[in-house]
C-alpha cells in the first residue's frame, strides 16, 4: 500500500481551499483501491463516498438501466449484512445513505455520527465484497425502479422531453439511452446480467473511497485496509468507445402530450470533461443562465416575456456531453418565436463575447458556488471525488476558480461559435395536445 | 434523560455563541461568528406571512416580498441584479406561511455593501409600476403551468382539504384570482404595515467580526421604522374540515396516481415533540421505515413513502405522502391507513425506538453544517419561543424518549378511524370503484386549484 500526504502541487490555492488541499492524505491498496481522507473537526459526523467508474455509458441495448436496477440491489443484502440489513444498522448506528447513478458513475455515500466510522466501512465493503443477487429481491426492486420510471419519465414532462432529447444528441453513443432505462429493458434485466455486471465493475480496482469528517487518519486508513484489503482486484475493463459520427445538420422532434403552456429543449453536443473548452462553458453557462442579470433571464424572462423560466445545463462527462438550455414558456407563447429569441441571444456571444462585467461576474459566482460545495464533510467528499474522477485529480478542482479567472472574453466567444451553432443543435418541442396519450 | 444520553455516548457538539444585539428601533440582531470559509449568509424574517395575508388578497406576501428584489432604494431590477451578482452574492425575498423571508449570501469581503444593498431590499422597495405587472404575467404562467405537476397538485388539493377556511389553509403563492387582484396600493400597504423592526429578527452567520457588522448593521437598518408594534396573532384551528372525504384531481393522461393523506397535528413547541418526532420517524421518516418498508421494500408499490408533521405556529398538520401506479392505489391506501391504526394502537417496538433515537441524534449535528442551516435553527428557536437549550440538548432529548411516551404521543395525535382527508391525483376514471370504499369521493378538475 502507498500512501501520499497530498497530491503535488500545480497551482496556488486561496487560504481556505489550502487549507483543506492540505489535510488530504492518498492511499492505494495492492487490489486498486484508492482511499482519499478528509479529516477535519467541525461537526463530529463523517460521510464516505464510494465511487464507481460505471455508469450507463458501460451499458448495452437491451439492458439499459442496469447500471442504476443495480444501483438499489447493492441495498438489498450481501454475505455478512442480509436483506433488509444494510439501512437496519446503519440507521441504529446514527447514519443515513444514499446513491445515485448518472451516464458515467455510480456514486453511494454514508453521513454517520463519527463513532459508526468502522461500521460502515464494514458495511460498504461486505456489499463490494459478496453482494447477493436473490431473484425474490431482484423483483421486487424491479417494481420499485418501473415505479420511479413512472414518476420521473411517463408521468413528468421535463422527464419524457430530457429523454427525447438524448436520442436526438447522440446517435451511436450510449448516452443515447436514459439513465433509467428503457421500461422493456428494466422489465427484462435478468439476475445472471446482474451478476455479470457485479464481478466486471463492483472490483476495487474501479472504485474510489473518500472519507471526510472527524476521525483519526491513521485509524481510519487501517480500518479501511482490513476491510478492504482482502477483496480481489477484478479484470481490466473494456473502454467505451466513442463511436459519434459528426452532425450533419439540425434535429428536431415532438413530444405531444397534455399540458397548460408549450416547452422546448435545446441541446449542443459540448467537449469532453478532460477539454479544456469545457471550463469555458462553465463560464457561458453562468454568464448565459445564472442569476437575474443573466442574459437568457433577462432577454426571454423579464424583457421579452416568452419564457417563465430560462436554465442551463452543463453537466461536465467522461465523453462530449450536452449544453442544454431549457425554456418553460408562458401558456400563450410561440415556441417559434421563443427559440428565435434563444438563437439571437446565443448568437450575440458568439459574434461579440462576453463583456468584461460579465466575466468577472461568472468567475465569482462559479467561485461562490464552489466554496458552498466545501461547506459540509458530505460536499467535501463528494465535490473532490468527482473532481477527481472528472479532471484525474481532486487538486485541479480546487484550482478551479485560478484557471477560471485566466479564461478570456475571446475564448467564450470561440466556445459560443464553435459548439453553439446552428448546425450542431438539437430540439425538442412540447406541444399541448387535448386528447389523452393511449 | 442523562441515563440514555450516557447510554449513547454522544460525541460533545457545540454550536459558536451566538449573541443578541437590539437596535433602538427594535430590530433584534443575532451574529454567530464561524469559519473556516470566508461566507457569511444573513437572514432577515419578519412576521407577515400569508397567514396574514386578506381574503380576496391571498399570495400578495409572497407577490411582495419577492418583488424586494426588482427595485429598491432607488435602484433598479438592473442595477440591484448587476451589484450582487458581480461580486458572487445573492439575495431575494419570499413569504411561507408565517413569515417574510429576506435572505443574503456573500463572500465575506463585500458584507458591508451587500448589507446596505439588503437593508435597501428590506426598507424602501420601490414596487415599480413595470415590474409589478411583469411579475403579475410571469406569476399568473407560472400558476397556470404548475397544474401539469402532478405532485404540487396532490399538496395543493391537501393544503385545502386540510385547513379549509383557516389561514393556513391557502399557498403562499395564492391564486390566480386573487394575484390579478393586486394593486400598487396594495404592495405599498403591505410594507408599510405590515413589516416594521419591531416584529423583525436578524440573523448574521459566518466569518464576520460581530463588532464591525453591528456597526454596517447601524447604519443600514438603524433608520428602520413602523410596522406593528407585536406579531400578529394566528386564529385558532378546530381540526381538518372535511374528515372522512376523498378529493381526486383528475387528470386523465396519468399512468401513476400522486397519494396524500391529512390530519390534524400539533402546533409547534408542542410538549410532545420529542416523542411526536421519534415516533413519526419510525413510522415515516428513515429508509427503515414502516411506510418504506411495507410500501417499497416488501412490496414493490412505490419508489418513495413518508410521512410528516408540519408544525407551525397555534396549530399543525400531520401528512403521508406517497404514489404507486394507478392499479394498485387502494392498496397503497390500505397498507398507509394500516400502518397508522398500528402506530396507533401500540407505538413504537423497542427496537425500533432506539433505531430512530440513534438515528436523529447521530446525524443532528450534520444538519447544522452550513452558515444558512444555523442562520435557519436559530431562527425557528426565537421564532417559535423554543427554549435556550433546543439546538445544544436537542440530541439528548431525542435520547431520552421511552417506548411509552411514544406510544402515548401515538395515541394522542395521530387521526383514528376516518378523522383524515385523503388527496389522489390521477385517472380519476380508473381509479374511482377502487375508492369508494374509503369515503365519499368528489372529482375536481386540475383548473380547480389554480
Redesign the interface.
Known amino acids: 500500500m502507498s500512501v501520499r500526504r497530498t497530491s503535488p502541487p500545480t497551482e496556488a490555492l486561496p487560504p481556505a481551499l489550502e487549507a483543506i488541499a492540505k489535510t488530504v492524505i492518498e492511499a492505494r491498496l495492492p487490489n486498486g483501491l484508492k482511499v482519499r481522507l478528509l479529516p477535519s473537526n467541525g461537526v463530529p459526523t463523517c460521510s464516505f463516498y464510494t465511487f464507481f467508474r460505471v455508469g450507463s455509458r458501460n451499458e448495452r441495448p437491451g439492458i439499459t438501466g442496469i447500471s442504476h436496477l443495480f444501483e438499489h440491489m447493492m441495498f438489498n443484502g450481501a454475505k455478512k449484512y442480509g436483506p433488509g440489513e444494510f439501512d437496519q444498522v446503519l440507521e441504529s448506528s446514527g447514519g443515513t445513505s444514499n446513491a445515485y447513478t448518472s451516464n458515467d458513475l455510480t456514486v453511494y455515500y454514508e453521513d454517520f455520527m463519527a463513532e459508526a466510522l468502522e461500521t460502515v466501512v464494514d458495511l460498504e465493503s461486505d456489499r463490494m465484497r459478496s453482494l447477493s443477487v436473490t431473484p425474490k429481491k431482484l423483483e421486487s426492486e424491479r417494481q420499485v425502479v418501473m415505479e420511479e420510471r413512472r414518476m420521473r419519465v411517463d408521468n413528468e414532462i421535463a422527464g419524457m422531453m430530457d429523454e427525447e432529447l438524448a436520442t436526438l444528441v447522440y446517435k451511436a453513443h450510449p448516452y443515447r439511452w436514459p439513465v433509467i432505462g428503457w421500461m422493456k429493458d428494466i422489465e427484462r434485466i435478468s439476475r445472471a446480467d446482474c451478476l455479470e455486471y457485479f464481478r466486471t465493475f463492483y472490483a476495487p480496482n474501479n472504485a474510489t473511497v473518500y472519507l471526510a469528517g472527524d476521525f483519526d487518519p491513521r485509524h481510519a486508513l487501517k480500518t479501511i485496509k482490513k476491510a478492504y484489503g482482502g477483496i480481489k482486484a477484478g479484470p481490466a475493463i473494456a473502454s467505451v468507445v466513442d463511436s459519434e459520427p459528426p452532425q450533419k445538420g439540425e434535429r428536431r422532434a415532438q413530444v405531444r402530450h397534455p399540458a397548460q403552456a408549450p416547452s422546448l429543449l435545446v441541446a449542443w453536443r459540448g467537449p469532453s470533461a478532460g477539454d479544456p473548452d469545457t471550463l469555458t462553458l462553465d463560464v457561458l453557462q453562468y454568464a448565459l443562465s445564472v442569476g437575474q442579470s443573466s442574459r437568457l433571464l433577462k432577454a426571454l424572462v423579464f424583457e421579452r416575456e416568452l419564457a417563465v423560466s430560462a436554465s442551463v445545463d452543463w453537466t461536465w462527462r467522461f465523453d462530449p456531453g450536452t449544453f442544454m438550455v431549457s425554456l418553460e414558456l408562458k401558456p400563450d407563447a410561440d415556441p417559434a418565436k421563443t427559440e428565435a429569441a434563444l438563437y439571437e441571444e446565443l448568437a450575440k456571444v458568439a459574434a461579440q463575447g462576453l463583456t468584461e462585467r460579465e466575466l468577472t461576474k461568472a468567475r465569482n459566482n462559479l467561485s461562490t458556488h464552489l466554496l458552498r460545495e466545501l461547506a459540509t464533510n458530505n460536499g467535501r467528499a463528494h465535490a473532490l471525488g468527482s473532481y477527481e474522477l472528472m479532471l484525474g485529480s481532486w487538486r485541479r478542482g480546487l484550482e478551479l476558480a485560478a484557471r477560471y479567472e485566466s479564461i478570456t472574453g475571446a475564448q467564450v466567444q470561440a466556445a459560443a461559435k464553435k459548439y453553439l451553432s446552428p448546425e450542431r443543435r438539437s430540439v425538442v418541442t412540447l406541444v399541448p395536445s387535448e386528447e389523452v396519450p393511449s | 434523560m442523562s441515563a440514555r444520553a450516557t447510554v449513547l ?5 457545540k454550536l459558536p455563541e451566538r449573541e443578541k444585539r437590539t437596535l433602538a428601533n427594535g430590530l433584534d440582531v443575532y451574529l454567530l461568528r464561524r469559519g ?4 457569511v449568509a444573513a437572514r432577515l424574517i419578519v412576521r407577515a406571512g400569508s397567514a396574514f395575508d386578506q381574503p380576496g388578497r391571498f399570495g400578495l406576501a409572497d407577490f411582495g416580498a419577492r418583488l424586494f ?1 426588482r427595485g429598491a432604494g432607488g435602484l433598479s ?2 442595477q440591484l ?2 451589484e ?7 439575495m431575494g425575498g419570499f413569504a411561507n406561511e408565517e413569515n417574510v423571508v429576506v435572505s443574503m ?1 456573500t ?1 465575506t469581503k463585500h458584507l458591508g455593501p451587500m448589507l446596505d444593498v439588503f437593508s435597501k431590499l428590506v426598507m424602501a422597495p420601490d414596487f415599480p409600476e413595470t415590474e409589478v405587472e ?1 411579475a403579475r ?2 406569476t399568473l ?2 400558476l ?2 404548475e ?4 405532485s404540487s397538485l396532490a399538496d395543493r388539493a391537501l393544503i385545502r382539504a386540510v385547513w379549509g377556511e383557516h389561514p393556513y389553509g391557502h399557498e403562499a403563492s395564492g391564486g390566480k384570482a386573487d394575484v390579478e387582484r393586486f394593486t400598487l396600493e396594495d404592495l405599498r400597504a403591505f410594507h408599510r404595515e405590515r413589516l416594521g423592526p419591531r416584529i423583525a429578527q436578524l440573523y448574521l452567520v459566518g466569518d464576520l467580526d460581530p463588532d464591525q457588522v453591528m456597526r454596517w448593521v447601524e447604519r443600514s437598518f438603524g433608520a428602520w421604522s413602523g410596522g406593528p408594534p407585536a406579531p400578529p396573532p394566528v386564529p385558532q384551528w378546530r381540526g381538518i374540515v372535511r374528515p372522512g372525504e376523498i378529493v381526486v384531481v383528475d ?6 396516481a400522486q397519494v396524500r393523506i391529512g390530519a390534524t397535528g400539533v402546533a409547534r413547541g408542542h410538549s410532545d415533540h420529542f416523542p411526536l418526532m421519534v415516533m413519526n420517524t419510525v413510522l415515516g421518516g ?3 421505515s414502516r411506510l418504506v ?1 411495507e410500501i ?8 418513495g413513502a413518508g410521512s410528516s408533521f408540519d408544525m407551525l405556529s397555534g396549530a399543525g398538520s400531520f401528512s403521508i405522502s406517497s ?3 394507478t392499479e394498485t392505489v387502494d392498496t397503497l391506501l390500505d397498507i398507509a391507513l394500516g400502518e397508522v391504526s398500528k402506530m396507533r394502537a401500540r407505538g413504537p417496538n423497542p427496537r425500533e425506538l ?3 433515537q ?2 436523529i ?3 443532528y ?2 444538519r ?4 444558512e442551516a444555523i442562520a435557519g435553527a436559530i431562527a425557528d428557536v426565537v421564532h417559535y419561543g423554543l427554549d435556550d437549550e433546543w439546538l445544544s440538548l436537542y440530541r439528548e432529548r431525542v435520547s431520552a424518549v421511552t417506548a411509552r411516551e411514544a406510544a402515548r404521543a401515538a395515541k394522542a395525535h395521530l387521526f383514528d378511524g376516518p378523522a383524515r382527508v385523503i388527496t389522489v391525483v390521477g385517472n380519476a376514471q380508473a381509479m374511482g370503484p377502487k375508492l369508494e370504499r374509503f369515503g365519499k369521493v368528489s372529482v375536481i378538475k386540475p383548473s380547480e386549484l389554480e
Open positions: 455516548k454522544l460525541r460533545p457538539f473556516p470559509l470566508p461566507l428584489r431590477a438592473d441584479s448587476d450582487v451578482e458581480l461580486v458572487g452574492a445573492s449570501s463572500p411583469l404575467r410571469r404562467a407560472m397556470t403551468n397544474l401539469d405537476d402532478p387528470k386523465p393522461e396519468q399512468t401513476q428513515g429508509f427503515t418498508t417499497r421494500v416488501k412490496r414493490g408499490l412505490s419508489y404514489f404507486t401506479r432506539a433505531t430512530v440513534r438515528y441524534s447521530g446525524l449535528p450534520a447544522l453544517e452550513t452558515n
